[in-house]
């Protein structure tokens, strides 16, 4: 690109799972140029909370996008940013007007994005100014190196996960949980049936009762328990998995994001929707097992070979890809069957031929 950046913000996509699949490309890129500021924007202080871990970020923007002055909170950073970067990076999936009209106002000279297919006008996408292409059948992970190439960084021959920094006591909290709820003698099962309500993205979610038909599968088995974890939000979910799951179950509460990671890495497997809690699953090491609605598996896998997908079987699934990035397309059949008909039968088959139950 001529010469390379001394500043660079990089856009962070929306989610806690977007974040760990982009981390290792930002890692690759500060190792790779060492010298470089490296900014993040993030539109969620859950992630800018998360992000702070991560030594080689020099600089932590945040910017609340569901809050009620979001509006004046992005005035003030265009006023705190204009002239300060000499470039920016929108990594995977960004193909939203915020992520392409701040970089533009903040009077970044260089802004590099990707080409989606769905290049909607109200995305304002034509801000940017150089485009790399969105690469078919590729997952999210690996998507967001493609960008770095703008900077004359290549890839490596295999990147490493994200690993979430966790402090002792963060640890040690994770151990006194089990010992105060009598969950140390026995193989431990993470559950979340939950995901992001954002957008539609709640139509990820398997049905409650399923994750109670498949806990009393696995336990004609073995005598598992299980610890079922969710955000704030989702409390109501929780019990009604526990209550699904029976005396064996616990629904997680924790004070904090680290704490529930910490919970989630004494876990000897993790079986959840396609959402954030999955990725931190894969990111701690368990063995975790995605189950896909209608998003889609190639881009948002548990990634690794030690993991895996289990889809229902509607031939039109996924009906979120890469042509639809951007947007939610709604279920053709009105009900989500590709995850109302998944049996409870056919996760515990494939939980079974991998996971220590």
């Known amino acids: 690109m001529g010469n ?3 500043r660079l913000l990089a856009i962070c996509p929306i989610g806690i799972g977007n974040f760990l699949l982009l981390e290792p490309a930002l890692r690759h890129l500060k190792q790779t140029a060492p010298t470089l500021h490296l900014g993040l924007l993030c539109l969620k202080p859950e992630i800018a909370r998360l992000a702070a871990r991560y030594s080689f970020i020099d600089e932590i923007l945040s910017i609340d996008a569901k809050a009620q002055n979001g509006f004046l909170q992005k005035l003030s950073y265009i006023k705190t940013l204009r002239g300060r970067f000499d470039a920016s990076l ?14 533009f106002l903040c009077a970044i000279p260089e802004r590099f994005a990707f080409r989606y297919a769905s290049q ?5 996408s034509f801000l940017n100014t150089r485009f790399a292409e969105v690469r078919p059948d590729t997952h999210d992970l690996l998507q967001n190196f493609n960008l770095l190439r703008f900077l004359d960084i290549q890839p490596p021959p295999s990147p490493d996960l994200a690993r979430i920094p966790l402090t002792p006591e963060e640890h040690g909290f994770a151990a006194q949980y089990l010992i105060e709820h009598g969950l140390s003698d026995r193989p431990l099962i993470g559950i979340h049936p939950g995901s992001s309500g954002d957008h539609g993205m709640d139509k990820k979610r398997w049905p409650a009762s399923r994750f109670g038909e498949l806990a009393k599968l696995i336990l004609t088995k073995r005598k598992a328990r299980f610890l079922v974890f969710g955000g704030p939000e989702e409390e109501a979910l929780k019990e009604r998995v526990v209550t699904a799951c029976g005396a064996e179950a616990v629904a997680v509460k924790t004070k904090t994001f680290f704490e529930s990671t910490a919970l989630i890495e004494k876990c000897d497997a993790f079986i959840s929707n396609d959402s954030g809690l999955m990725h931190v699953a894969v990111c701690t ?3 975790t097992v995605g189950i896909f609605g209608p998003t889609d598996h190639v881009r948002t896998a548990p990634f690794g070979s030690q993991n895996r997908v289990i889809r229902g079987e509607c031939p039109y699934q996924p009906c979120w890809t890469l042509s639809t990035a951007g947007k939610r397309e709604a279920c053709r059949f009105g009900d989500v069957r590709c995850l ?10 494939a939980v079974s031929a991998f996971a220590p139950i």
């Not at 909607?120 to 304002?124: A, G, K, M």
């Not at 109302?340 to 088959?349: D, H, P, Q």
């Open 4 to 6: 390379p950046p001394n």
């Open 285 to 287: 090491g368990v063995k």
């Open 120 to 124: 909607r006008f109200n995305s304002l």
């Open 90 to 103: 929108a990594f995977f999936p960004t193909n939203r007007r915020e992520y392409n009209l701040l970089p």
């Open 340 to 349: 109302r008909y998944l049996s409870a039968e056919k996760v515990f088959n």
